[in-house]
């Protein structure tokens, strides 16, 4: 599978800036190229408790459907993070839209940093889609710190985990040390994509957006400047990965939650 990664600034509340850069770049992938993944939040930037409503849109909203008429154009799958209105409430939401279907898959950050959680509410599931072969499962930001969110994605047979990333300073080196972790424990492909530059409240993007194969090696990795990394994911690593043991089976504490299929997507809803 051939994978960019685009580590960009982004403006906070800037949404048309944001979506014509994101409209742009999906215009400037390589010709081969079948997947293209952005940061946390990317479209609508980071919001506040002023301004959330004004920024969120649905699923369904215009926002979205002009990404996806870009990526259909392309043939090329886009994952992206923007703030969601969804009945009232509002989510830190990433989304794996096809040329195919459009949302394939959206995922509701579950594990929400401090400083976001007057904005938005956590989600309530874990989930992954199977697309063009591969089961993929999606991952925001703090997400990775823990271990759980990634391994709740690899009981559902995740192996590719697309992680939108709004990481700043100082803790970039951790989601360094995250990713490779979250990858070797559930024996998949991640790739990590983090904004770069200056944000709101003084904060300064750390970069260091990166692909790690499932044997927890870094592939790929950028620094602290705008940068889009092109990059093949050789699949047959997955069984390599798996030839003398796979966790998933050996894991003798299995988190808890209901599964629920619909379609191509399968979900794990977390337990209270």
């Not at 709101?200 to 705008?226: C, I, K, M």
């Amino acid at each position: 599978m051939n994978v960019e990664l685009a580590q960009v600034t982004g403006r906070d509340g800037d949404v048309p800036y944001n979506l014509a850069r994101t409209l742009a770049l999906i215009e400037a992938c390589a010709s081969d190229t079948e997947l293209l993944v952005l940061p946390e939040t990317y479209l609508t930037g980071f919001p506040t408790r002023d301004n959330v409503a004004h920024l969120a849109e649905p699923l369904d909203g215009p926002m979205l459907a002009q990404v996806h008429q870009a990526a259909k154009a392309r043939n090329i799958a886009v994952a992206v993070g923007f703030a969601e209105v969804h009945e009232g409430r509002y989510f830190n939401t990433t989304v794996l839209i096809t040329p195919e279907h459009g949302v394939a898959l959206h995922y509701r950050k579950t594990h929400l940093w401090s400083g976001e959680r007057d904005v938005f509410e956590a989600g309530d599931r874990m989930s992954t889609v199977l697309w063009r072969g591969v089961r993929v499962g999606l991952l925001i930001c703090y997400d990775i710190e823990f271990p759980e969110p990634a391994r709740a994605l690899g009981q559902l047979g995740a192996q590719l985990l697309l992680v939108t990333n709004g990481n700043f300073d100082p803790y970039g080196p951790t989601h360094r040390t995250c990713v490779m972790a979250r990858a070797l424990e559930n024996q998949a492909f991640a790739v990590m994509v983090n904004r770069v530059g200056a944000g709101d409240d003084n904060l300064v993007f750390a970069g260091g957006s990166a692909v790690v194969d499932p044997f927890g090696d870094l592939l790929v990795e950028a620094g602290r400047d705008e940068a889009t990394l092109r990059l093949t994911l050789d699949m047959n690593l997955l069984a390599k990965a798996r030839e003398p043991y796979i966790y998933d089976r050996h894991q003798r504490m299995r988190l808890r939650g209901e599964v629920i299929e619909t379609g191509e997507r399968r979900d794990l809803l977390i337990s209270p």
